[in-house]
């Protein structure tokens, strides 16, 4: 994935580990409930761990850097301003954490959760 060469010798920066950032970064934004399974068969696979990559998919080419994030957003928020928080939020904590560039964030709204009235 990410490399770098110094003196003291190379550094490789797995997808799992940018998967992991940009899963609390999208945790942390507001109106997101949580994450998503992208299919049916990552969902059961998901039921029985709890896998940090779950709902995101990290695309690295050569320099560039893609991020598919799947979101479930609380009802009653505005979907457009969630999604762009969370894009902007994974970017940022990505971009600062590993020093690449963010080529893409695609975020997609895979459902709305109610919360309770209490």
Known sequence: MGQETTTLGSIHISPAAIATIAYHASLQSYGVVGLAPKNLAEGIANSITRD???????????????????????????????????????RYQVEKAIGLKVNHVNVHVQGLRVSNPD
Do not use: C, Q, W
């Open 52 to 90: 940090p990559m779950r709902g995101i998919n990290v695309h690295f080419d050569a320099e560039k850097l893609d991020i598919d994030v799947y979101v479930v957003v609380e009802y009653g928020t505005r979907i457009a301003s969630v999604a762009n928080s969370v894009g902007n939020a994974i």
